[in-house]
């Protein structure tokens, strides 16, 4: 993990939790974690299988130049990568397993942006794993950052935080689709493979 916003929030959703496998929605106090509000976002299963954001944080939005709350998470996502993408939300809140997204932003010009999200099963008031408490957080400042929003952000790899739940690891032999600029500057794709990293429960 690379970004403090992911540290600090996993370090929040651990202790939330404590022995069990997820916290619930209603056991978030904001003012414990006001600093990471503007990078947070929660995501919820609709009655028909689609995964929206219920709220996002001002600095999520900010980077996409609109407002995220009730649209579909996939809509960040390229269309080739965008059900792969909610599958891998869809197994966070089933499996109960926390990961972390290594993404690459784009804008419409090409311009990149290295970010880190984390997302970490979230309960509903009744205990049922159908939401999800993320972050959304970039690796860096450049000068145009909140000036040119991102067309996009594009998934190069999954990091598995809690070894002790199974059934995140075939995401990994899904081929996903990486970014590439042309020398016109023009955005095109081509398909590698998700890079997956095994990693321990948080303590």
């Not at 009730?70 to 909610?86: C, K, M, Y």
């Not at 190069?156 to 739940?165: A, P, Q, T, V």
């Not at 493979?193 to 321990?200: T, V």
Request: hydrophobic share 35%.
């Amino acid at each position: 993990m690379r970004s403090k916003t992911t540290i600090e929030l996993l370090r929040y959703w651990n202790r939330l939790r404590g022995e069990r496998d997820l916290p619930r929605r209603d056991e978030i106090e904001p003012q414990e974690i006001c600093s990471l509000l503007p990078n947070l976002f929660i995501l919820e299963r609709q009655a028909s299988g689609d995964i929206r954001f219920r709220l996002a944080g001002t600095h999520v939005c900010a980077l996409f130049g609109r407002e995220l709350r009730r649209q579909p998470f996939a809509a960040l996502w390229p269309a080739g990568d965008a059900s792969e993408t909610v599958r891998i939300a869809d197994q966070v809140m089933m499996q109960c397993s926390p990961v972390v997204l290594s993404a690459c932003g784009v804008t419409a010009g090409g311009e990149r942006l290295d970010t880190e999200l984390l997302l970490t099963p979230l309960g509903s008031p009744q205990g049922h794993s159908d939401r999800i408490l993320g972050s959304l957080a970039p690796l860096s400042r450049p000068s145009w950052l909140h000036m040119i929003s991102l067309e996009c952000i594009v998934a190069h790899g999954l990091r598995i935080l809690d070894s002790g739940h199974h059934g995140l690891e075939d995401l990994a032999e899904t081929p996903h689709a990486a970014d590439t600029t042309s020398r016109h500057g023009k955005v095109g794709r081509r398909v590698q493979h998700l890079r997956i990293f095994e990693g321990g429960r948080e303590s």
